[in-house]
C-alpha cells in the first residue's frame, strides 16, 4: 500500500474535528437520548422490556423481513449494476431515475399502494380472496413493502464504483478465455466488494428500520405481524414511554452488530493481503 | 431485442441482466407505482386541480422541497467531509464512529423524530444552548431541516466512502510532487472522480427527504401553512377516506421528484463521462 | 461474502415457505379472535381478554385466544376496510366504524345493536395543567386567554382530537345559548393559543410533559390518569372543567368476517361480556367511566362528577359533526387558512 498524501497536521486536525462536530450534534446526542430514556428506570425495567414476549416476537419478524428483503434487493442490484455499467444502452438515465423512485415516495403511499393493489377493495383483492391468499397485513405484503423501500440501495452503491473500475479488467479477462460468472465472481466481485457490503449494510439498517410503508400493511397484530418499529410506536402510544426507547435501543445495537461484522471482515481481507504480500 | 439496443461489447450477460432488472422493477415498483395514477383518475380534472393546488397543500410544497433540498446541502457538504475523514485519516474511535453513520436508518422514524425533538426543543441538551441566542429548532421549519439532514445523512457519506476507497493514491501524490497545491490538488484531482457518487448521494438524500413523514412530524409542530409537510397532508386526507385526494398529492410529489431526479442522473452521467471516458 | 450471500437466499427461500403456510391450526375445541382496538387500549384488553377466556372455557369449554391489534384508530379502520380479519373492532369514535359500515362489512344499524349508543365505557375531555396549576386554569374560558398556552393535537389526523375540538365548540354553543359565530369565534381564539399541533394524542402529551411547552393539554380523561400515573402525580394536576363532551369509543361485531371464521356467536359474546360487571371493572381500573351505575358507584372518587353533552345532542352525530367541522375546507381549515 502506498502512503495516502497526507496534509499538514493543522489541516487534517481541522477536518476531523469539523467532522467529529457534526456527528456529535447530529447524531450522538440523538442517539444519547435514545439510550437515556430508555435506560429511565433502570437496567432492569430495560431488559424486561426487551425480554416480553411480544417485542422478542416483534424482533423475529423483523430480522425475518430484512433478511428476505436483503437478499431479494442484493441480487437485483448486482444484476442492474452489471447491465447499467457495463453496457451502453438508451434510456439509460431514465432506468436509474426510475430504480430511484421508491426513496422519493412517501411511505405512507408506499404501502398503501400494495393494499391499493392486494387489499380488499383493491384490484386483485377480490381474487386473492377467493383463492384464499393473504398478501396484505401478513407477512408477504410486509415484505413487498419492505423491499419497495429498501429497493435502490444496492444499486445505487454499486454503480458509482462499478462506474469508477470500468470495464477493461473483465474484458481482459474475457478476451483471455474466463467465462461470464468466472469472470463475474474473479474479476468484479472482489472488485465491488466494498460498495456491495456498504449497499447491503444500508439496505438491511433500513430495512429493520422501516416504519411507515409496514404499518400500513402490517395490521399491527400482537406477537404476528408487529416489526420491531411498530412495536415501538405501540408502546409509546400507551404511554410506555421507557419500554419503547428500550425496544428502540435494539435497532441501534443490530445497527452496531452489522457494523461489527464489516469491522471483522474488512480486518480480516486486510489481514489475509498482508499474509499474501509476504508470502511473495 | 435488448441486444440491439445495446453496442457490441464483449462482455456478457446483457439480455439475462436487463430482462431480470426490467421484470423485478416493474412487479416491484412500476405497476404498484401505476396504481397513484390508477386511482388518481377517479377525479375529474378540476377535482384534481383544486386539491393539488390548495394554498395549503401549495405552502407545504414550499416547505418540503425548500428544507429537503437545504439539507441536502448540508448532508453533501458534511457527509463529503466525513467520508474524506473516515477514509483517510486514522483517529481514536474511527471505527464507531463508522459505525454509527448508518443509525439514522436503523433507528425508527418515529423514534429519530421523538429523540430529536427532545435534544433540540428550547429545554433539550442541545435547544437549551439554542433558545438563549433566539434560535428556535423544533417547531419550526428550521427542525424540519434537522429531521430530514438527518434521516439523509448516511447516503452520501455511503456513496463517497467506497469510491474514495478505491481511488488511487497516487494520482494526488503525483500532482502533489508536480507542485500542485492542497486545494488543486482536491479541485482538479480528487473531485471529478468523486463527483458522481456525490450527486448520486444528494439525489438520494433530496428524494428520501421529500417523502419523510415519521420523524418529522414530531419535530415540525404541524401549523397549517408554516410547518405542514406534503406527506402529512397525505395523512389527513387518507384520515377523511379521502383515498384519491391521497394519491392526487402524492402524484404531484412523484412527478417532481421524477423530474428533479432524472435531471440529477443526467448530470451524474456526464460528470463521470467527462472523466471516464474523456 | 459468496458464503454469506448462499446464507440469505436460502434463510430467505426458508422464511418465504413457512410465512406463507397457513396460521391456523386451530382445533374443534379452540377458537381465535381478533379484536382490532385503537392506541391506549392494550393493557384494558389484556386485561380483560385474559378474563374472557377463563369465562369463555367456564361457560363453553372452548379456548379462546384473542389477537389484538392497535393503532391510529381512522388507520385501524382503513386496514379492516381493506381486508384486516377483525372479528371485534373497538374504536375510539363512531365515524371510524360507520366507514366500516358503508363497505358492507358490519351492518348499518350496528350503533343500535348494543345498549348505550354501543360503546360500553366512556370518558370524557379534561385539562392536565401543571402541579399547582400556576396560571389558574379553571374553565374553557381561562383557555382562550391571551398568555395561556394550550396543547392539542390536530384534528385532521387525532382522531381524539377532534373530541377536544367538539367539546370546546360543544362548551361555548351552550353558554351563548347556541349561537353558531359566537362558538366559533371561541373555537378560533382558542386555536390561536395552541403553538403546536402534534399529529397524535401521545405526540401532544409528549411535546406538554417532556418538552415543558404549553400551560395546559386538552386530553380524554382515561389518557390524563395514566399519564398521571406514568410521569408522576406530583408533577401534574387534572382539572375539570364545568361542562364536558361524553367521549364513547363504540364497539361492534364485524358480521362479513364472523359469519366467514364462524365465530359470530364468541365475538358476540365478548362484546356482551364488556357490559358485564366484571368487564365494567376493568374498564374502570384502566380509567374508563363504567356504564354501569353499580361499577360506577364503587370509583365514584376516581371519576367526579362533571356535566356532560354527547355528540348526538349536540351536533346531529359523527357524520354530520365530520363534514362540518373537519373535511377538507371545513370549519378547522378555515380557521387557519383565514389569519
Not at chain 1, 452503491?157 to 477493461?168: D, F, S, T
Not at chain 3, 399547582?132 to 382530537?161: C, E, F, R
Not at chain 3, 390518569?225 to 364536558?244: M, R, T
Amino acid at each position: 500500500m502506498p502512503k495516502p498524501v497526507q496534509p499538514a497536521a493543522l489541516v487534517r486536525f481541522l477536518l476531523i474535528f469539523a467532522a467529529l462536530i457534526f456527528l456529535f450534534l447530529f447524531l450522538i446526542v440523538p442517539l444519547f437520548a435514545v439510550f437515556s430514556e430508555a435506560l429511565k428506570k433502570g437496567i432492569l425495567v430495560y431488559i424486561e422490556s426487551v425480554e416480553d414476549a411480544d417485542a422478542l416476537s416483534a424482533i423475529r419478524l423483523t430480522l425475518l423481513v430484512a433478511a428476505i428483503s436483503v437478499s431479494l434487493n442484493t441480487i437485483f442490484g448486482i444484476a442492474t449494476a452489471w447491465a447499467i455499467t457495463k453496457f451502453e444502452f438508451r434510456g439509460k438515465n431514465l432506468l436509474i431515475t426510475l430504480i430511484d423512485l421508491p426513496f422519493a415516495v412517501s411511505p405512507v403511499i408506499s404501502g398503501l399502494i400494495f393494499v391499493l393493489l392486494f387489499g380488499a377493495q383493491g384490484i386483485l383483492g377480490p381474487w386473492l380472496e377467493a383463492h384464499d391468499i393473504k398478501i396484505i397485513f401478513a407477512v408477504p405484503g410486509m415484505v413487498l413493502a419492505t423491499v419497495f423501500v429498501t429497493f435502490p440501495f444496492v444499486v445505487r452503491e454499486l454503480i458509482p464504483v462499478m462506474l469508477a473500475q470500468g470495464k477493461q479488467e473483465e474484458e481482459t479477462a474475457l478476451s483471455l478465455g474466463a467465462g461470464g460468472l468466472q469472470t463475474f465472481l474473479r474479476v468484479t466481485l472482489p472488485n465491488i466488494k466494498w460498495g456491495l457490503l456498504y449497499g447491503v449494510i444500508l439496505c438491511n439498517a433500513r430495512a429493520m428500520g422501516e416504519f411507515g410503508a409496514v404499518s400500513v400493511v402490517s395490521g399491527h397484530i400482537r406477537g404476528m405481524t408487529n416489526t420491531i418499529p411498530l412495536h415501538v410506536e405501540i408502546l409509546y402510544n400507551e404511554y410506555n414511554f421507557v419500554a419503547a426507547f428500550a425496544v428502540a435501543s435494539i435497532l441501534a445495537v443490530l445497527a452496531i452488530i452489522t457494523l461489527i461484522i464489516k469491522s471483522l471482515s474488512e480486518w480480516k481481507t486486510k489481514r489475509l493481503l498482508e499474509a499474501a504480500e509476504e508470502e511473495q | 431485442m435488448a441486444k440491439r439496443l445495446a453496442k457490441k461489447s464483449i462482455i456478457p450477460g446483457f439480455g439475462l441482466t436487463m430482462g431480470y432488472t426490467l421484470v423485478y422493477l416493474s412487479l416491484i415498483v412500476l405497476i404498484p407505482l401505476s396504481l397513484i395514477f390508477y386511482k388518481t383518475a377517479s377525479l375529474s380534472w378540476k377535482e384534481y386541480w383544486d386539491v393539488v393546488t390548495d394554498p395549503r397543500v401549495i405552502a407545504s410544497y414550499r416547505l418540503t422541497f425548500g428544507a429537503s433540498f437545504v439539507a441536502s446541502v448540508i448532508n453533501a457538504v458534511f457527509g463529503t467531509l466525513i467520508a474524506w475523514v473516515l477514509v483517510r485519516y486514522d483517529f481514536i474511535g474511527k471505527r464507531l464512529v463508522d459505525g454509527i453513520v448508518d443509525l439514522p436508518f436503523a433507528l425508527p422514524t418515529a423514534v429519530a423524530g421523538i429523540a430529536l425533538t427532545s435534544v433540540y426543543s428550547d429545554n433539550g441538551w442541545i435547544g437549551k444552548f439554542l433558545a438563549p441566542l433566539g434560535i428556535k429548532v423544533a417547531f419550526t421549519p428550521l427542525g424540519v431541516i434537522v429531521a430530514l439532514t438527518f434521516i439523509g445523512f448516511p447516503f452520501v457519506v455511503r456513496t463517497i466512502q467506497p469510491v474514495l476507497q478505491d481511488l488511487d493514491h497516487q494520482l494526488e501524490e503525483a500532482a502533489f510532487s508536480l507542485g500542485a497545491s492542497r486545494l488543486q490538488t482536491f479541485v482538479r484531482v480528487l473531485f471529478p472522480p468523486l463527483l458522481p457518487a456525490l450527486l448520486t448521494g444528494f439525489a438520494l438524500a433530496f428524494a428520501r427527504a421529500l417523502g419523510e413523514y415519521g420523524s418529522v412530524i414530531f419535530i415540525s409542530g404541524n401549523m397549517p401553512m408554516v410547518t405542514e409537510v406534503t406527506p402529512l397532508l397525505i395523512v389527513t386526507k387518507l384520515e377523511q377516506y379521502d383515498y384519491a385526494g391521497a394519491t392526487a398529492i402524492a402524484s404531484v410529489v412523484l412527478i417532481a421528484s421524477f423530474i428533479l431526479l432524472f435531471i440529477i442522473n443526467c448530470l451524474q452521467w456526464v460528470s463521470g463521462r467527462r472523466y471516464f471516458i474523456g | 461474502m459468496k458464503r454469506l450471500l448462499m446464507l440469505l437466499v436460502s434463510l430467505s427461500l426458508v422464511a418465504g415457505i413457512s410465512g406463507c403456510g397457513p396460521s391456523s391450526g386451530s382445533g374443534k375445541n379452540e377458537v381465535e379472535l381478533l379484536n382490532v382496538s385503537y392506541d391506549p387500549t392494550r393493557e384494558f384488553y389484556q386485561d380483560f381478554n385474559r378474563q374472557f377466556a377463563a369465562y369463555w372455557k367456564k361457560k363453553t369449554g372452548e379456548t379462546v385466544t384473542i389477537k389484538q391489534s392497535h393503532g391510529g384508530s381512522g388507520q385501524q379502520s382503513r386496514s379492516v376496510q381493506d381486508g384486516l380479519d377483525a372479528d371485534v373492532v373497538t374504536l375510539a369514535l363512531s365515524y371510524d366504524i360507520d366507514a366500516i359500515a358503508k363497505k358492507g362489512l358490519i351492518s348499518q344499524d350496528w350503533q343500535k345493536r348494543l345498549p348505550e349508543n354501543s360503546s360500553p365505557y366512556t370518558s370524557a375531555i379534561v385539562f392536565l395543567v401543571r402541579k399547582g396549576n400556576p396560571k389558574g386554569i379553571k374553565d374553557w374560558d381561562d383557555l382562550v386567554k391571551p398568555g395561556i398556552s394550550v396543547i392539542t393535537p390536530n384534528p385532521k389526523t387525532s382522531g381524539g382530537a377532534r373530541w377536544n375540538y367538539l367539546a370546546a365548540w360543544g362548551y361555548a354553543l351552550k353558554k351563548n345559548k347556541g349561537d353558531q359565530a359566537k362558538a366559533r369565534d371561541f373555537v378560533t381564539r382558542l386555536y390561536r393559543n395552541v403553538p403546536v399541533l402534534d399529529s397524535g394524542a401521545r405526540g401532544a402529551t409528549t411535546t406538554f410533559v417532556e418538552r415543558g411547552i404549553g400551560d395546559v393539554l386538552l386530553a380524554w380523561e382515561n389518557e390524563a390518569l395514566l399519564s398521571q400515573k406514568e410521569f408522576g402525580k406530583d408533577k401534574f394536576e387534572i382539572v375539570y372543567p364545568s361542562q364536558s363532551i361524553l367521549a364513547e369509543p363504540p364497539v361492534a361485531v364485524v358480521d362479513k368476517v364472523v359469519d366467514r371464521h364462524g365465530t359470530r356467536k364468541v365475538a358476540q359474546a365478548y362484546l356482551d361480556y364488556l357490559y358485564s360487571d366484571e368487564g365494567q371493572e376493568i374498564a374502570a381500573k384502566h380509567f374508563y367511566r363504567p356504564r354501569s351505575p353499580k361499577v360506577a358507584a364503587k370509583y365514584a372518587s376516581q371519576f367526579p362528577k362533571i356535566d356532560l353533552f354527547t355528540i348526538d345532542e349536540v351536533f346531529g352525530g359523527w357524520e354530520k359533526a365530520q363534514k362540518t367541522h373537519f373535511a377538507d375546507g371545513g370549519i378547522f381549515d378555515q380557521i387557519y387558512q383565514k389569519k
